[in-house]
């Protein structure tokens, strides 16, 4: 586990991810031609009740099975 800090809607936040989900974040976040800290501030946005690491995990699998 690799922990983090971000700055999300102005508020500093740290979240803890396994390295390969960082990378993919990370390449993703590029693709789309976003910060990481824009990229998870959408994810958190619309993730509803779930936890904020798990959401990211699942948008970034979600995003690679597509």
């Known amino acids: 586990m690799v922990?983090?800090?971000l700055v999300i809607a102005g508020?500093?936040?740290s979240i803890s991810l396994?390295?390969?989900?960082w990378r993919e974040l990370k390449a993703l976040a590029k693709r789309r031609a976003q910060s990481i800290n824009a990229l998870v501030a959408e994810i958190d946005a619309n993730r509803g009740p779930a936890n904020l690491s798990?959401?990211?995990r699942v948008f970034v699998f979600e995003s690679v099975i597509q």
Do not use: G, Y
């Not at 396994?18 to 989900?21: D, L």
């Open 54 to 56: 798990s959401a990211i």
């Open 18 to 21: 396994e390295e390969t989900f």
């Open 11 to 13: 508020h500093r936040t």
């Open 3 to 5: 922990k983090r800090s």
